[in-house]
């Protein structure tokens, strides 16, 4: 397995495996799946923090991160996302993913990595404890897909001693 940076020719496999994310879990609220196109410009946009997993199978796993929230105060913070492949975890992939995007964030000069996860999502939620994100909030109820409400938890981590 390789660790590599994403390029936007691996926008239509990025897309394809976050667009079932989308469709098939709670994980995420968003109900509005990635064109190919708006998927190769974010990763055009986001150099030096998007990263993709391969095997032998092609894509395992995908990290990247971005603006937490506008404005000057926030450039600090970045917020994550990683999304596997189902035949793919629970093999430490995201783990290497999520140390390369820790590292990544670090080396840009971020401060602090957040993790908005689906109160749908226990193992998300225990990955992130295991790693060193603590909790820092819960949202009841803030989220509304497939007919239910869902709960928002915050999480987050120092990714640099500054």
Do not use: C
């Amino acid at each position: 397995m390789i660790i590599r940076a994403a390029v936007e020719t691996d926008a239509a496999q990025v897309a394809e495996l976050w667009n079932g994310m989308i469709r098939d879990t709670l994980a995420t609220f968003t109900t509005e799946e990635w064109s190919e196109a708006a998927m190769a410009a974010r990763i055009a946009q986001r150099q030096g923090a998007f990263w993709l997993a391969e095997d032998a199978q092609g894509l395992a796993g995908v990290v990247t991160f971005g603006p937490f929230r506008p404005g000057p105060g926030y450039a600090m913070t970045v917020e994550h996302s990683v999304i596997l492949r189902a035949s793919a975890q629970g093999r430490g992939i995201a783990d290497r993913l999520m140390d390369r995007a820790e590292a990544g964030a670090a080396a840009l000069g971020h401060r602090v990595m957040v993790a908005a996860i689906s109160g749908a999502n226990p193992r998300a939620i225990a990955f992130h404890a295991r790693r060193g994100f603590r909790q820092t909030g819960h949202m009841p109820q803030v989220g509304f897909k497939a007919g239910q409400w869902l709960d928002l938890i915050l999480m987050q981590k120092s990714v640099s001693a500054s």
